[in-house]
């Protein structure tokens, strides 16, 4: 009976290592391929805290297949910005952020912000907490609106996903 020479064992383990390797990245391939595909997310920023942002809302162009998320809270403090990160899939398409500032009454005023107003593929947005003495950022929205027709022929959009943002504690 021979024994098995060092050669003979470092080939064996050799072949043993590239199989365990080849089928390990099969199967890695397979888990890939068979991943659901991951909603778009925004990374928001704000005195020294960065958070995720799942989107609130996200159909198809067709709004169909929605999936619904929940807003989540930024503390934007009275002069300090709100910083945005977008990915390619928002960046890329024509989009608008409503920032709703709330007045020292309570009453709510909306302003509007579209991607034509920042430059082409923009990736990165900075919004002001506090434009005016009075005013206090207390929520953001960002959108990917749609056209839409009503029954009567008119035409509004409408948005197909949205990333919801609550800033005041």
């Not at 021979?2 to 888990?31: C, D, K, P």
């Not at 704000?46 to 067709?62: D, E, N, Q, S």
Request: with cysteine; charged share 20%.
């Amino acid at each position: 009976m021979s024994t098995l020479n060092a050669r003979t064992i470092v080939a064996l383990f050799t072949a043993g290592v590239l199989l365990l390797s080849t089928a390990f990245v099969g199967v890695l391939t397979v888990l890939v391929q068979n991943a659901d595909e991951h909603d778009p997310e925004i990374t928001a920023y704000a005195h020294g805290r960065t958070v995720t942002v799942a989107p609130f809302m996200y159909c198809t162009v067709r709004m169909e297949n929605c999936r619904y998320g929940r807003t989540v809270s930024l503390e934007v403090p009275p002069g300090y910005p709100l910083q945005l990160s977008l990915p390619n899939e928002i960046s890329d398409a024509p989009w608008l952020i409503q920032q709703v500032y709330a007045l020292p009454s309570g009453e709510e005023i909306a302003k509007v912000s579209r991607h034509t107003d920042f430059p082409e593929g923009v990736r990165a947005i900075t919004i002001e907490s506090q434009p005016d003495p009075d005013l206090r950022l207390v929520g953001v929205e960002m959108q990917l609106p749609i056209l839409a027709r009503d029954e009567t022929g008119a035409e509004f959009y409408v948005p197909h996903a949205a990333w919801s943002i609550s800033t005041a504690e």
